[in-house]
């Protein structure tokens, strides 16, 4: 699996609303009602990286989800990050 | 309740193992089998973290999870951080 050029990583973007792609990285802060919420909102995100075995870095501040896809076998985006997004937003 | 005095820093600090103190932070990497028992990890610590109303920071990096503690409501370090700390060393 190829990184993304730019203008495919432009052309995923339009399909994924929310996320940034700075870096060589995808990401996404998602705000929940409290720590419990983000916590239940991180074992639904763990069981699509699962599923995909493809595994956003995830960051955890109280209420705050902050996850970070990026392909490191290949240093950088990838189609995976930008299947794995989606599938969140679908939760978020 | 007040933050820790830099000599009470060091004396909890000699009871709380494998947790440093840096900048008003207690943290910790731990590193378990793999994502999914990271995530099964940090559940347990959600556990006491709401026992305690007392939340860290958590950082997932597939089998790497690193726990920063802080009280912010005191602006630092408090004997809080250290009991958390310490009831999360039972679990690692």
Do not use: C, Y
């Amino acid at each position: 699996m190829a990184t993304l050029t730019q203008e495919q990583v432009v052309t995923e973007l339009a399909r994924t609303p929310d996320w940034l792609a700075d870096d060589g990285q995808l990401t996404r802060t998602v705000t929940r009602k409290d720590f419990r919420d983000a916590l239940l909102f991180v074992n639904a995100v763990g069981f699509l990286a699962e599923r995909a075995n493809h595994h956003p870095d995830i960051v955890i501040a109280w209420n705050k989800v902050t996850l970070i896809l990026s392909t490191h076998s290949e240093g950088g985006l990838t189609s995976k990050d930008f299947a794995l997004a989606r599938q969140v937003s679908e939760l978020a």
